[in-house]
């Protein structure tokens, strides 16, 4: 039976193409997939789902993830579908949005630390933390995915960036003030922080993942700045990839141009950046690490059509991208013609 266009042994054929560019094999094509959020409304009314409900149930969360692939053909499949297991399993509170139809979940309550120091005393980085918050719930999702689509399709696992966590667990008045008086306790709190990501990831891997993404959306050196990126969020990022298993993707958002050589230092083996950077400009400086990107997910994937996205796919393999990805988490309602049009 052929769903969105494609066959069974040609999804085969192109998850396994994936699966040898991750490991740093060169392959004849540059395929289209996402290591980042990418349901969709249709897919997940076709799965008769609730979005707000697929974060707390691993048979939701998995048939949510499946869904695009299953309706578009994108060989791909990535949970979970929020930015925020590892804060919860931290202690934060999240509001998962249940009065909101397609809203992604928030921390209900910021500044969990007060302090960088208060964060490496209070956090105990063991096997025990695996066990709190949602982090087996994605694990068993990882499980399941594997099961229904991991012959035909790539399945993801994503965590948050040190950096970007400590965004969402600290008292950012005080980060700030401490970033300035007292760095190397920010350092050390964003060490800690890697330390805890690479079991998750690790953890993720074990459940079936077939790689992990680092969505560092808040460590961007678009966002604070390329000396602040390379004083703290580099060294973090750079622990977390050595402890990581590979294939280990990175993702950072916003223009990041100025900045590539430093993304070029953190050790990831294929890096994903957004519609606002000068892909040649990167090609040039990212020689030995896999290029992913970059489609714009709202003016061309979301407000535009099957046409516009095969010409932003078109320049992007012309500006030689690796594989072609979305710049970002995908808008829930983007139509599922467009995600198929990536292909």
């Given at each position: 039976m052929?769903?969105?266009?494609?066959?069974?042994?040609?999804?085969?054929?192109?998850?396994?193409?994936?699966?040898?560019?991750?490991?740093?094999?060169?392959?004849?094509s540059q395929p289209a997939f996402s290591g980042l959020i990418h349901v969709t409304a249709e897919g997940l009314s076709s799965e008769g789902l609730v979005f707000h409900e697929?974060?707390?149930?691993?048979?939701?969360?998995?048939?949510?993830?499946?869904?695009t692939y299953k309706l578009s053909g994108l060989p791909s499949a990535v949970v979970?579908?929020?930015?925020?297991?590892?804060?919860?399993?931290?202690?934060?509170?999240?509001?998962?949005?249940?009065?909101?139809?397609?809203?992604?979940?928030?921390?209900?309550?910021?500044?969990?630390?007060?302090?960088?120091?208060?964060?490496?005393?209070e956090i105990i980085v063991s096997t025990?933390?695996?066990?709190?918050?949602?982090?087996?719930?994605?694990?068993?999702?990882?499980?399941?995915?594997?099961e229904d689509v991991g012959n035909n399709a790539?399945?993801?696992?994503m965590i948050p960036g040190p950096y970007t966590l400590l965004l969402l667990v600290a008292d950012l008045k005080n980060m700030f003030i401490e970033m300035k008086r007292e760095p190397q306790a920010v350092t050390d709190a964003l060490f800690h922080l890697s330390s805890?990501?690479?079991?998750?990831?690790?953890?993720?891997?074990?459940?079936?993942?077939?790689?992990i993404t680092i969505h560092d959306m808040g460590g961007s050196p678009a966002?604070?700045?390329?000396?602040?990126?390379?004083?703290?969020?580099?060294?973090?990022?750079?622990?977390?990839?050595?402890?990581?298993?590979?294939?280990?993707?990175?993702?950072?958002?916003?223009?990041?141009?100025?900045?590539?050589?430093?993304?070029?230092?953190?050790?990831?083996?294929?890096i994903s950046l957004d519609q606002t950077v000068d892909l040649a400009a990167a090609r040039l400086a990212l020689k030995d690490t896999l290029l992913f990107g970059n489609l714009d997910?709202?003016?061309?994937?979301?407000?535009?059509?099957?046409?516009?996205?095969?010409?932003?796919?078109?320049?992007?393999?012309?500006?030689?991208?690796?594989?072609?990805?979305?710049g970002c988490d995908l808008v829930i309602q983007t139509p599922i013609q467009d995600v198929g049009a990536m292909k």
């Open positions: 052929r769903r969105g266009g494609v066959t069974p042994p040609l999804r085969f054929n192109m998850r396994n193409k994936i699966l040898e560019l991750l490991s740093g094999k060169k392959i004849d697929t974060h707390s149930d691993a048979h939701k969360m998995a048939k949510a993830a499946a869904s979970p579908l929020d930015l925020y297991v590892e804060a919860e399993a931290l202690g934060a509170e999240i509001n998962f949005r249940e009065d909101r139809e397609f809203e992604f979940p928030q921390v209900k309550r910021a500044g969990l630390f007060r302090s960088a120091k208060d964060l490496a005393t025990e933390i695996l066990e709190k918050g949602r982090i087996k719930l994605v694990c068993d999702a990882i499980k399941l995915l594997k790539v399945v993801g696992g805890f990501l690479a079991q998750v990831g690790a953890a993720y891997r074990d459940a079936g993942a077939d790689f966002f604070i700045g390329p000396a602040k990126f390379e004083q703290f969020a580099l060294p973090a990022e750079k622990l977390l990839i050595e402890k990581l298993p590979k294939p280990r993707v990175l993702s950072v958002c916003g223009n990041v141009t100025k900045a590539l050589s430093l993304l070029a230092q953190t050790g990831a083996d294929a997910p709202v003016e061309t994937l979301y407000r535009g059509d099957s046409a516009k996205v095969a010409e932003a796919v078109l320049r992007a393999k012309e500006a030689g991208v690796d594989a072609i990805w979305p």
